[in-house]
């Protein structure tokens, strides 16, 4: 029998049935955002940390945010703070870098060794129910601290292909790039035409640029080709306000063109391409970073 994954049952949970013998109900655990200067170790947890991973973590984090939720349980002793069960990696970094919160699994006061086969299902029932980008940012991650293709293909339950795709698309990815696909102004498919088109160091702001329209995948697309993106690049880093300022007008005279074909709305713009795209400075998606 095919498992939806729109409900969770008390088995992924990790929580026992009411109805067993010697159990009492258990609540499910949820993930929530908690305060990160909340959170101390479980007593026993704390670990030396290898500096060169986990600065890697940190630059991780810093770019992508914390993609797997840490585990935590409430402290005994009443006053709010969480003892830290698993991902004190994490929560330090968050520290380190100054973030407020974190998303969390609260599990219960009583979880014990038992509950860990329970806690796995809470996690990766939380993973597949992760929007495409959270997932894609996570294989990408895990694909850059070393992971195997093949097995970040089995634990996502993606292709190989997909996975070597999303390493290729999201490689060297800015924040604001990350920032434009988390916030959903630039899904993966038109992301992945802007990075087959452009290049890491000017991508970023041209993902700014398109992100303040909403065009389609296949307008920009055509849109790359119309303007003969690959020979303007080759003029020179020179040029790399012109090209901005190009795309910038492009895509604000289509988002305003009435419906028809991208073929006759592309043969449009070319007939009302200007001599000179405005004062030359750069395009205010760019200007604002």
């Not at 990408?140 to 070393?146: E, N």
């Amino acid at each position: 029998m095919t498992q939806k994954f729109g409900r969770s049952s008390d088995a992924e949970c990790g929580a026992e049935p009411a109805s067993v013998p010697g159990h009492r109900a258990r609540k499910k655990p949820r993930v929530q955002n908690i305060p990160v200067d909340r959170i101390r170790p479980e007593e026993g947890l704390g670990r030396k940390r290898h500096r060169d991973g986990h600065r890697e973590l940190r630059k991780s984090i810093e770019q992508f945010g914390v993609l797997t939720p840490v585990t935590v349980r409430l402290a005994a002793d009443g006053i709010g703070d969480y003892l830290l069960i698993k991902g004190q990696g994490r929560t330090l970094a968050c520290r380190m870098l100054g973030l407020k919160t974190i998303p969390a699994i609260v599990v219960d006061a009583d979880f014990a060794e038992q509950d860990k086969v329970g806690q796995f299902l809470v996690e990766n029932v939380a993973r597949l129910k992760m929007r495409p980008i959270d997932r894609a940012l996570l294989i990408s991650r895990a694909r850059a601290q070393g992971e195997e293709t093949a097995d970040v293909a089995r634990r996502f339950g993606v292709t190989a292909a997909t996975v070597r795709r999303l390493e290729a698309q999201l490689d060297g990815a800015s924040k604001h790039e990350v920032a434009a696909l988390k916030g959903g102004n630039v899904n993966l498919a038109l992301h992945a035409v802007i990075a087959r088109h452009v290049d890491t160091g000017e991508r970023g702001d041209i993902v700014g640029v398109i992100a303040q329209h909403a065009l389609r995948t296949r307008e920009v697309e055509e849109l790359f080709k119309a303007v003969g993106w690959a020979d303007l690049v080759a003029l020179g880093a020179e040029h790399r306000t012109a090209r901005l300022l190009l795309v910038a007008w492009a895509c604000e005279e289509l988002s305003q063109m009435d419906s028809g074909s991208v073929e006759d709305r592309l043969n449009m713009l070319a007939e009302s391409l200007p001599l000179t795209l405005g004062d030359g400075s750069a395009p205010k998606a760019v200007q604002a970073r």
